[in-house]
């Protein structure tokens, strides 16, 4: 990203000081601290796994404000701040921290300011907020789009577990008792937030691996006949594929079909299962490499093309296959590891260093 | 029989969306203190209703509150599956909302 920038500024002609954040975390840190019961379950009541953890390709903690801070109150004029995983909200609220506004405020502006224009309708572009003493104010940069009491309160409750109590790095944003008041037509004032800091230091870890590689087809299916027996069909396809792979039928691959037109969007939740005139099935496959995918998926394919059903009368082909080639390999498929809070107390996070780029 | 009207005829957003990996969390959020007042007061949005529209279990709601600041109703529960993982029908969890959509809500005739 320095890199990017660098050449960026070299082309334009800029010099440019950036301040550089990262978030990575060490995975004997990681192991450490869970050996000693310094990781919480997460909200399944799970904590991560040694063997998943040191498999991870990466690890990084969520920042809060304070590095941000850091680099506002450092005194440099700093150009550019490339920071690593940080708490979505915390880039706008350090920069209200950094002068002075009250820490609940700050939080939810920050919280609203997020996504930019999410908080208003219709939503997109930017949003200014302009902090005071004990309130905020919001309106949208585009002149056909509104900030309204509705629209700011949906984006304080957006992604987040419980729409009251929102903890994030340091403590948590209380908007039990927040106010959310149209001022005209675009812009709405809120107040009455407020922060509480944390009791102990923790940080929220995030890490990830890679489980496999995965080989997608996708197609329709038009036939009365064969969508109304469309599970036993593809229940027999997967076994007619294990006989030819025995990846998959030892477990280590996995096939599986989401139906669109049917349950394809909530799976086995999905409470009108009735299918639509015609279903798209997309294939997936994911096995240990690209090509063992690939293999398997090719297998699947033909098997969904070709394989007979009772009462068939169509005996060409089952299946219209929109695409060429038909099998896709799209790559690693990535699995959480992490997704824990863990305590922090005494780990030296968040570095801040500085460089100059550009001319 | 009371009359009723839908959700949807009530709300004016009704969505949901991942808080996190491990949750999908649904909001509901109405256009007047009235509308909201109705749909909170009526009793229907419970754990239980969550529970079983998305067949899952009370222990796994894990919230389900009105909000009377924002005129909102929450409620989350617990994801299956790895998110964005091998399997994976709904990265951003964008999609889960539609059950809510026709929730009856019991309205006293005028």
Known sequence: MIELIDSIARELGYSLTVGVVYADIDKDVVLERL???????????????????????????????????????????????????AYDPAP????????????GLAWHMGKVLECGGACAEPKGGGVV??????????????????????????????????????PGPGGTLNVSRATFTQLDDRSVRVAGSAFEAAPEMTVKLEGARVVGHRTIFIGGVRDPILISQLDDFLDRVVERVKRGQPALAAGEARL????????????????????????????????SSQALANGIATSARVAVLHLPYPGQMATAGNFALPLNPMEHPIGPVCAFTLYHVMQAEGLPLFPVSYRRVGR | MPETRSLSELAKVIRSKNAGPWEITFDVMFPTREAYELVRDSGVLTRQLIADLYSTSLADVKTCMFFDPALAFKATILRTGSQGSVGERDT???????????????VRPR
């Open chain 2, 92 to 106: 951003f969890g964008a999609q889960q909302h539609a059950p809510l959509l026709s929730v009856a809500i019991p």
């Open chain 1, 129 to 166: 907020a302009t902090v005071y003493r004990d309130h905020f104010d919001l309106v949208p940069m585009s002149p056909d789009a509104r900030c309204t009491e509705l629209s700011v309160a949906a984006h304080t409750l957006y992604e987040k577990s419980r729409p009251d109590l929102l």
């Open chain 1, 256 to 287: 599986i079909f989401h139906v669109y037109g049917r349950d394809g969007v909530m799976g086995d939740i999905e409470p009108h299962r009735a299918p639509a005139h015609e279903v798209g099935i997309l294939g997936e496959v994911v096995a």
């Open chain 1, 92 to 103: 706008h609220a350090a920069l209200a921290l950094s002068l002075g506004a009250d820490p």
């Open chain 1, 35 to 85: 050996k000693r019961g310094a990781v919480q379950p997460s909200p399944r009541g799970e904590l991560p796994r040694v063997d998943e953890i040191e498999n991870s390709t990466s690890i990084v903690a969520q920042m809060g404000a304070e590095p941000f801070l850091e680099i506002l109150l450092s005194g440099r004029p700093v150009d550019v701040v490339v920071a690593g995983r």
